[in-house]
């Protein structure tokens, strides 16, 4: 996720960052733009429609299904943002709800009761490890340290890794209360929190899973493709050559627009403006590591 700062507008308009559009639809650019040169001329040089009332009625046909293209827009890039902040609420509930764990765990454990203390210092950032590497369906084996406890060396990694590593501190949490070492009270209080650690899981694979559905998608991207393209033709009486960077910037910023809902609709891709999940994941491990 790219960090800045948004008062600052003069390096918005000119910086240019790895995932900028313009960098993208540049080829798409000029081949709009020498199709529009190439319309321009056929119809003034060659055609001479200047004096054809039907072609020049063209152009209330674009204004009108411009204003249908701007709503279809507006749906599309709202709700590709909603599944961004969305994401971003359900990784800041599994921050909370990993800190609140460890504050509970930590005041209902003995201050000599180190082996289980280690066990959730290590498990509880442990999930949301591997629940990064899960959204971004990674298939690489997580890295673990010489330290690592069994319980996370033996993981069948080609199964749900969050499940297992859930599954693991329940069982520890109920062991736990079965030996007397914390009381009732306090696991009826840490259950919930547990909870919350499955429910994130869930929450961010319902996101990463059901994408925006298909014809949707692509009824978009031909509506832009064929507005642009007869652009110039309605355009070009009252433009003339002038058509031609007219109509590449109208490409420019509709394309820009359905490649933005494009990256940010899975927020969990690992895209430079999708949610920092890497640096959440470090952090939750590092407070847990503090509070434990």
Request: charged share 20%; with cysteine; hydrophobic share 50%.
């Amino acid at each position: 996720m790219i960090a800045y700062d948004p008062k600052d507008w003069f390096t918005f308009i000119f910086r240019f960052h790895k995932s900028d559009t313009f960098r993208k639809l540049l080829p798409l650019l000029v081949a709009i733009a020498a199709y529009s040169v190439l319309v321009a001329y056929l119809e003034i040089e060659i055609w001479k429609l200047a004096d054809n009332p039907h072609v020049r009625n063209l152009t209330l046909l674009h204004n009108l299904l411009g204003f249908v293209l701007s709503l279809l827009l507006v749906f599309r890039t709202n709700t590709a943002y909603d599944r961004w902040w969305e994401g971003r609420k359900a990784w800041g509930s599994l921050t909370n709800a990993s800190r609140n764990l460890s504050m509970a765990l930590h005041a209902a454990l003995a201050p000599e009761n180190e082996a289980d203390r280690n066990f959730f210092r290590q498990t509880i950032p442990f999930f949301a490890q591997v629940l990064n590497r899960h959204l971004r369906a990674e298939a690489t084996r997580l890295e673990l340290d010489d330290h690592a406890l069994p319980e996370l060396a033996s993981l069948d990694h080609e199964k749900h890794l969050p499940n297992q590593v859930a599954a693991l501190l329940h069982k520890r949490i109920a062991r736990m209360l079965h030996e007397g070492r914390i009381q009732r009270e306090e696991f009826l209080g840490i259950l919930p929190l547990l909870h919350i650690l499955t429910d994130v899981c869930g929450m961010c694979e319902r996101i990463k899973n059901t994408p925006i559905p298909y014809s949707y998608s692509a009824f978009i991207k031909k509506f832009i493709f064929f507005y642009v393209m007869t652009l110039p033709w309605g355009f070009v009486f009252s433009l003339g050559y002038y058509v031609s960077p007219v109509v590449a910037f109208v490409m420019y910023v509709l394309a820009s627009l359905e490649l933005i809902a494009e990256e940010i609709e899975d927020p969990f891709s690992g895209d430079v403006n999708d949610i920092p999940t890497d640096k959440l994941a470090d952090n939750i491990r590092r407070h847990i590591a503090e509070l434990i």
